[in-house]
T-cell receptor, first 109, second 111 residues
Framework: SQTIHQWPATLVQPVGSPLSLECTVE??????LYWYRQAAGRGLQLLFY??????ISSEVPQNLSASRPQDRQFILSSKKLLLSDSGFYLC????????FGQGTRLTVV | RKEVEQDPGPFNVPEGATVAFNCTYS??????FFWYRQDCRKEPKLLMS???SGNEDGRFTAQLNRASQYISLLIRDSKLSDSATYLC????????????FGAGTRLFVKA
């Protein structure tokens, strides 16, 4: 069966610090991968999606970047965090329906 | 116009009530449709797919109206444990490409 792992679960980072969130998928090959952000009390905002290694599409201009160095690995990064980057970050994989990791709650202070 | 729109609610209903949510989507090329449930501070989880002919899973019934570009979710005999946010999900391809989530409808079921 397929599983998706996302870490860390919570993170508190100072403004201006770098960020790296990692997501890995097991039990499937060539999945579509996604990074979403959810602000408190708001809906899911699609940040990046990837249909293959090295293929990243960005949905909104922002302070973040994504990379897919391996088929089942998706990384969300930032060189310098802003206060507005705080939120609940969710990695997901899909073929038709999407399956989510447990999320990372990021607080930038 | 947002690609997927939902009434944010909240819907406050007593136990045992029937409640329905609608969701509209803008892209007529959308091919796959789902309802997800999200509990507070948790990741969304798939509740059910939505098929063209309509489908039922226990107390939950989902329907798709392609002509009017909306999907619906009906919950019968509401339970306290049904309290959550329900997300409407649409994607354009069978491969799951470009999955778009609605902002969700909050449901509170009270004793």
């Amino acid at each position: 069966s397929q599983t998706i792992h996302q870490w860390p679960a919570t993170l508190v980072q100072p403004v201006g610090s770098p960020l790296s969130l990692e997501c890995t998928v097991e039990g499937t090959s060539n999945p579509n991968l996604y990074w979403y952000r959810q602000a408190a009390g708001r809906g899911l905002q699609l940040l990046f999606y990837s249909v293959g290694i090295g293929q990243i599409s960005s949905e909104v201009p922002q302070n973040l970047s994504a990379s897919r160095p391996q088929d089942r690995q998706f990384i969300l990064s930032s060189k310098k965090l802003l206060l507005s980057d705080s939120g609940f970050y969710l990695c997901a994989w899909s073929r038709a329906e999407a399956f989510f990791g447990q999320g990372t709650r990021l607080t930038v202070v | 116009r947002k690609e997927v729109e939902q009434d944010p609610g909240p819907f406050n209903v007593p136990e045992g009530a029937t409640v329905a949510f609608n969701c509209t989507y803008s892209n007529s090329a959308s091919q796959s449709f789902f309802w997800y449930r999200q509990d507070c501070r948790k990741e969304p989880k798939l509740l059910m797919s939505v098929y063209s002919s309509g489908n039922e899973d226990g107390r939950f019934t989902a329907q798709l109206n392609r002509a009017s570009q909306y999907i619906s979710l009906l919950i019968r005999d509401s339970k306290l444990s049904d309290s959550a946010t329900y997300l409407c999900v649409v994607n354009k391809g069978t491969g799951g490409f470009k999955t778009i989530f609605g902002a969700g409808t909050r449901l509170f079921v009270k004793a």
